[in-house]
């Protein structure tokens, strides 16, 4: 079965603009979660949504929002883009819930200039 | 507060020996502990996991093992392979302040597997 997919892979973005990514899971997967990857910082938790619905959510500022569709698909919006929000975001899909059946995406690597 | 913690950045380990790659934990609640491996430009897949109500699983030349006194966990490769020269992180699974699961993860350690 297909993986989770992961778009764009790359973007570069200007400090002030706005960023749109995607992220399609496992079919039949009902949860999303979102992580920002910084060197030395790890992965960092964003928001988890299940069923349409954020369930989760990380320490990050408003800047960062997201959302789900009725098909489980899930986009994650950055506004009034920063420098340190250059990163790889990835997206992991889950059957329900935050347990060990977490599947990742291979990233969207976002660079702010 | 970084509830879970690898606090080696870097590790470096000649092809054929033993790797352990450590990670410590704060929150005695935590029930689930996770190890993922990530290749450049690719995401993390999950490599082994262990319940807390356990002290070892073992998974091919991968063991996880678990010191709940101490909260600290350890995965060991043996032998060390060249692809395994990776990110390997560390991830726990608690319950978030709405009651529902999250994983709360390390930093990572980044294996390097010499010939």
């Known amino acids: 079965k297909a993986g989770v997919t992961q778009t764009p892979r790359y973007l570069i973005k200007t400090r002030g603009q706005q960023v749109t990514l995607s992220c399609s899971p496992i079919?039949?997967?009902?949860?999303v979660s979102w992580y920002q990857q910084t060197p030395g910082q790890g992965l960092q938790f964003l928001f988890e949504?299940?069923?349409?619905?954020?369930?989760n959510k990380g320490n990050f500022p408003g800047r960062f929002s997201g959302r789900q569709f009725s098909n489980s698909r899930s986009e994650m919006n950055v506004s009034t883009l920063e420098l340190g929000d250059s990163a790889l975001y990835l997206c992991?899909?889950?059957?329900?819930?935050?347990?060990?059946?977490?599947?990742f995406g291979s990233g969207t690597r976002l660079t702010v200039v | 507060d970084q509830q879970v913690k690898q606090n080696s950045p870097s590790l470096s380990v000649q092809e054929g020996r033993i790797s352990i790659l450590n990670c410590d934990y704060t929150?005695?609640?935590?029930?689930?502990f996770l190890w993922y491996k990530k290749y450049p430009a690719e995401g993390p897949t999950f490599l082994i996991s262990i319940s807390s109500i356990k002290d070892k699983n073992e998974d091919g030349r991968f063991t996880v093992f678990l010191n709940k006194s101490a909260k600290h966990l350890s995965l060991h490769i043996v032998p060390s392979q060249p692809g395994d020269s990776a990110v390997y992180f560390c991830a726990a699974r608690g319950l978030s302040r709405d009651s529902n699961y999250q994983l709360i993860w390390g930093a990572g350690t980044k294996l390097i597997i010499k010939p």
């Open positions: 079919s039949g997967h009902r949860s």
């Open positions: 949504y299940f069923s349409e619905t954020q369930r």
């Open positions: 929150n005695s609640m935590f029930d689930y």
């Open positions: 992991a899909s889950s059957p329900g819930g935050a347990n060990y059946g977490y599947t």
